[in-house]
């Protein structure tokens, strides 16, 4: 079955055939650089890196390119309201750029916490000021811009697809602020391509420009710098569904308006949101939760990614400790399930024979849970397969093993060097040790010994081998 994806532009499921056959040309918006990552962002970059291995698993050549906003982001998308980066350096007394290089590493180290695999390019909007000017002379050149109160405006009134790919359903009312219309606009829905009469007077980046020193709106960075690494019409485009009625609408404005070329992105598609009660996350509101919170909770990003993965991209997820709890209570499970089939299977390192070709019943799994990802990303349901296939008792458990890592490519829980990890110390326990330990701390509990008996636990546990006990005496598990 080939692979299909949800469109928001034209908002059905359609059979992905990309622009040039083999390659695929990936855009995600990437973070503004002046705070820490919220896990609702992280969902969104999460969803990216899964739709990029899933491509790479049926053999496209893809190229992720991620932009850095590190100028021109407003608090509001609309040109309302504060400029984010400026607000940011002024509360923490450093300049705009340390705010941005300090927030860009502290991203890249979530990201690579949380196993998403780096794009192949990674651009910073204040590098690519030239290509963002020249880009705005072409839409200029087409009669597409007026300037006004200083500023330069894209006129939406000349663009006949303007809000094609939020379906039209553009409602002034809801998307303008109300204290701050910009009387300069012509209409509401236009956007500033270039600032030069900015209303922070302590702006502290600007360039000059055929209009005047000054600073580019937001939306031209992902027009810009998409097109240069990616040329002029290319296949996904991705963000949250936050971003369908304004960013994308005026980035799709903006290059079609530039280059005449319709449709410039072939799918958009777009991750719904992660939400605390019923309330969405946002970073300027100041209340919102980081992975390092949920480390210091005692949760592995792991973990996360784990809960993710359990939900459709386009559902939106309730974030609570106690579903973080679930879900890393079934990771611990799924290791452990793997570590006794590495046991069984005599395998106590990952090892190139695991890549050897899965046959028989293991392919039925992989199947599964291949057809699961080519419906629009059914990560929920792949979990499922993965869970199929390591409690399938008529499967080998080299080929449980071998499939299951072969799963995890697509879908980034680091199974192979997880399920590993342990096994230096699992190793130096031998079943026959284990049993005598369990026999000894059976003995210690009968004559109410019960320090030597948690001693016991306790040093098992360091080497990787969980007791439980229930009525019926102890059995153990790799934890
Ligand atoms: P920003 O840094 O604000 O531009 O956001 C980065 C990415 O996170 C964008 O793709 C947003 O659409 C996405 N995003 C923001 N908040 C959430 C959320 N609560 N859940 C999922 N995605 C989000
Ligand atoms: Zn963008």
């Given amino acids: 079955m080939p692979l299909s994806l949800y469109n928001t532009l034209g908002r059905r499921i359609e059979t992905f055939i990309p622009v040039h056959e083999g390659k695929v040309g990936f855009y995600g918006c990437g973070p503004t650089v002046y705070n820490y990552a919220h896990i609702g962002n992280l969902r969104a970059y999460v969803t990216h890196d899964t739709l990029v291995r899933v491509l790479r698993r049926f053999g496209y050549k893809v190229t992720h390119v991620m932009n850095v906003t590190d100028v021109g982001h407003l608090s509001g998308d609309d040109d309302t309201g504060d400029d984010k980066m400026l607000k940011s350096a002024e509360e923490r007394g450093k300049t705009v750029l340390e705010v941005a290089d300090f927030y860009t590493e502290a991203f890249f180290n979530d990201t690579d916490r949380l196993r998403i695999q780096r794009p192949d390019i990674v651009c910073k909007a204040t590098e690519h000021i030239d290509c963002m000017i020249d880009l705005i002379k072409r839409i200029e050149a087409g009669g597409f811009t007026y300037n006004a109160g200083g500023n330069l405006y894209f ?30 606009k012509r209409n509401q829905s236009d956007f500033v391509l270039w ?157 190139e024979r695991l890549d050897r070709k899965i046959t028989s019943k293991a392919k039925d799994h992989l199947d599964a849970f291949d057809a699961a990802l080519e419906e629009d990303l059914n990560t929920p349901r792949a979990l499922s397969s993965l869970w199929a296939l390591v409690k399938d008792g008529g499967v080998e458990p080299k080929d449980a093993l071998a499939a299951a890592f072969d799963m995890d490519k697509a879908i980034g829980l680091d199974l192979a060097a997880e ?57 153990w598990r790799y934890g």
């Fill in 155 to 184: 006129n939406v009134a000349n663009f006949p697809y303007y809000g094609e790919l939020s379906g039209h359903l553009f409602d002034e009312q809801k998307t303008v602020s109300r204290t701050e219309i910009d009387g300069n």
């Fill in 419 to 475: 399920t590993f990890k342990k096994f230096a110390a699992v190793n130096a326990v031998s079943e026959a040790e284990i049993d005598a330990l369990i026999a000894e701390r059976a003995a210690a509990k009968a004559e109410k010994n019960f320090l030597r008996a948690d001693e016991i636990r306790g040093a098992l546990n360091k080497r990787g081998v969980i007791l439980e006990d229930s009525p019926k005496g102890t059995t």
């Fill in 195 to 351: 600032f030069t009469k900015s209303k922070f007077e302590n702006q502290a980046l600007t360039w000059d420009s055929p209009w005047g020193r000054g600073y580019p709106g937001w939306h031209i960075e992902c027009s810009a710098m998409s097109m240069k690494y990616l040329g002029e019409q290319f296949d996904i485009h991705a963000g949250g569904i936050d971003h369908i009625q304004i960013h994308h609408t005026n980035e799709i404005a903006q290059s079609e308006a530039a280059t005449g070329k319709h449709p410039w992105v072939k799918y958009w598609v777009h991750n719904e949101f992660l939400v605390l009660d019923k309330e969405k996350m946002s970073k300027s509101a100041g209340s919102f939760i980081t992975l390092q919170n949920l480390i210091d909770k005692g949760f592995d990003p792991l973990d996360y990614r784990y809960f993710l993965l359990g939900g459709h991209y386009r559902n939106q997820m309730k974030f609570s400790v106690e579903s973080l709890k679930s879900a890393q209570n079934a990771r611990k499970s799924l290791l452990s399930t793997l570590r006794s089939l590495a046991v069984k299977a005599g395998i106590s390192e990952y090892t």
